[in-house]
């Protein structure tokens, strides 16, 4: 049996939806895979810890959240929360894990993860993610040099060699550098990896970190993880195809009988008539009818096209 390890750091108001990551990913996993899933926490309530374990091998780490108030307490993290920085110090959290991949709580996973995490890393590489949207924009914004062997990534997916990491003391370098760049760091901990891993991580697919704020996709795509990054499933307003997909695994889930969460799903399930559909359309791109692709769009949801990811 392989196993695959796994982290996901998560409060009580994004339990529920931690727990849509674990269930989608062990309904895609393959039969001779054993995923063990590590949740980072500082106080989960015993509800919610019971049923996350009901979700399969799950592992809690509770983290003590005074290693991280010399941040606070001098201004270096005033935008952000605390449970944001645990992935900067991974290494050290799971000294036994040589290899992890870390999930963000707002995708679902749609194939097995065996592929993303087996990736080949060159000796040079410290991680393997796949590059954000406006990644350019974000280079710049960073001073960050334009290399072939350099890109901005998405942190929310994110494949990890934790024992290189510690070998290269790469954990002191990003907190280091979160003391001496605080000020200019516009995405918290996401910007100090990108900066301190800068050229040594791999790049991959857009199928293994495929931002659904582009809710129009190309029939062929398959995505093996959907990031509802920006935009959540469980916000009324919000139209995706993979926003269905969400659902069908979060009433799969210990958490499925949350009456505000069903009541949530209900409502935007209304919302998502044709005509609230044309008109989020008009709402995200006003000016749709300079753009083909755009003015297509809009004809599918028109004549109730069905999309296929």
Not at 189 to 207: I, S
Request: one cysteine or more; glycine letters at 4%; hydrophobic letters at 40%.
């Amino acid at each position: 049996m392989k196993n695959l390890q796994i982290c996901l750091s998560t409060d009580d108001n994004y339990a529920k939806y931690a727990a849509v990551v674990i269930k989608s990913a062990q309904e895609n996993k393959n039969r001779d895979e054993e995923l063990v899933f590590h949740i980072l926490h500082s106080h989960l309530g015993h509800d919610n810890m019971k049923k996350l374990k009901q979700c399969g091998n799950v592992i809690f780490h509770k983290i003590d959240n005074s290693l991280f108030e010399p941040y606070f307490n001098n201004g270096v993290c005033k935008n952000v929360t605390i449970p944001t920085l645990y992935r900067l110090m991974l290494p050290s959290l799971l000294p036994e894990v040589n290899r992890i991949l870390y999930l963000d709580c707002d995708l679902i996973v749609l194939d097995s993860l065996s592929d993303l995490f087996n990736t080949e890393l060159s000796p040079a590489q410290y991680a393997a993610c796949v590059e954000d949207m406006g990644a350019n924009l974000h280079m710049a914004r960073m001073g960050f040099e334009q290399k072939p062997e350099n890109f901005y990534f998405n942190a929310g997916v994110c494949l990890l060699d934790l024992e290189k990491m510690r070998r290269n003391n790469i954990e002191k370098k990003m907190f280091d550098y979160l003391k001496a760049n605080w000020q200019k760091l516009s995405y918290s901990d996401q910007d100090v990896m990108n900066a301190t891993l800068l050229g040594h991580v791999k790049k991959m697919e857009k199928k293994y970190n495929f931002i659904t704020i582009n809710f129009y996709f190309s029939n062929d795509l398959h995505p093996v993880i959907a990031h509802f990054a920006g935009v959540k499933p469980w916000k009324i307003g919000f139209y995706n195809i993979y926003r269905e997909k969400f659902w069908e695994y979060f009433i799969q889930t210990p958490f499925a009988d949350d009456k505000k969460q069903i009541r949530i799903k209900n409502m935007v399930h209304f919302m998502h008539n044709r005509l609230c559909q044309i008109f989020w359309h008009i709402k995200m791109y006003p000016c749709f009818f300079l753009k083909e692709n755009r003015r297509t769009d809009l004809m599918r949801i028109i004549k109730n096209i069905e999309y296929k990811g």
